[in-house]
């Protein structure tokens, strides 16, 4: 199988190759693939004529969102379309990653199925939303898997390091580290979400899909549990999110549900806990 991934220098992308290792596999940097050059990502798609195109490229900096809006939607919503043409030119599967962060506006305090309405609080929210329903009514064969909190051992490499890795930098640094303790998520492996995410291929599976490891927890509580596994005796404290204002409003609670997942026999993923001590022993090397 002839699998094409853009985002190619990305943690989730390092993974999803690790992973299709057994498949014939091209993943291509921005450079290589800039999906918002539609030309050039016309000529590299039509040249390579993958049997899937997974989609890890995105306008993830949450925060310059909010002042650069026509970028977000350029990247996180039209690209996506002109992608989901591509491969619906090519009779290609179509993997597209969203976010949690088309929540938090609800009053729901449950995990939320992939029936629940959307209610972004943020630009970045709003353009992956707008991106979701593109591809899906672009093309038929169009997987929208949303997500949420992810880390991998190849770091995310537009936010300077993802949140593990950061807290451990910032912990030995001897830095005092305040982190909210009133937003609901559920941290999710890349490793994890990477595997559950080639089952969806050889399912040939459509649709929008909530992939996440099992459980939930606060920021805090993440960050409490990172330090606990490694030993490191960090100068931690919780926060609330009024006392860490952001230009992007976050979501309070967006813990997903995977209706669809169990519906498709495939919702079998570790508690987030389990995720990160595996993680952790993987990356011990790297810290």
């Known amino acids: 199988m002839r699998i094409l991934i853009t985002g190619g220098n990305g943690q989730l992308a390092y993974d999803l190759q690790r992973v299709l290792a057994d498949d014939d596999v091209r993943a291509l940097s921005r450079q ?46 039209l690209a996506v379309r002109h992608l989901a043409q591509l491969c619906g030119e090519l009779n290609a599967q179509l993997v597209h990653f969203s976010t949690d962060y088309v929540f938090g506006g609800q009053k729901k305090r449950a995990p939320l199925g992939e029936d629940d309405l959307p209610a972004p609080l943020s630009v970045y929210g709003t353009s992956k939303l707008a991106g979701e329903y593109l591809a899906q009514l672009t093309w038929k064969r169009a997987v929208v898997v949303r997500t949420c909190g992810l880390y991998g051992i190849a770091g995310a490499s537009g936010k300077g390091g993802n949140f593990v890795q950061t807290m451990l930098r910032k912990a030995r640094e001897g830095a005092a580290l305040r982190v909210v303790d009133d937003q609901v998520c559920t941290p999710t492996s890349t490793k994890d979400l990477a595997q559950a995410v080639a089952r969806l291929i050889r399912q040939d599976a459509a649709g929008l899909i909530h992939i996440t490891n099992a459980g939930s927890c606060t920021w805090y509580e993440f960050a409490k549990a990172i330090f606990a596994a490694t030993g490191i005796d960090a100068a931690l404290s919780p926060a609330t999110s009024q006392e860490y204002i952001t230009p992007a409003i976050r979501p309070p609670y967006s813990v997903l549900a995977r209706e669809r997942l169990a519906e498709l026999g495939q919702d079998d993923l570790r508690p987030w806990q389990e995720a990160l001590s595996d993680y952790l022993e993987e990356a011990s090397s790297a810290y």
């Open 32 to 77: 290589e693939l800039d999906i918002c050059n539609y030309a050039q990502a016309t000529a590299v798609v039509r040249s390579l004529g993958p049997d899937v195109l997974i989609n890890t490229a995105a306008f993830h900096r949450v925060d310059d969102c909010e002042t650069q809006q026509e970028p977000a939607f350029a990247t996180n919503a």
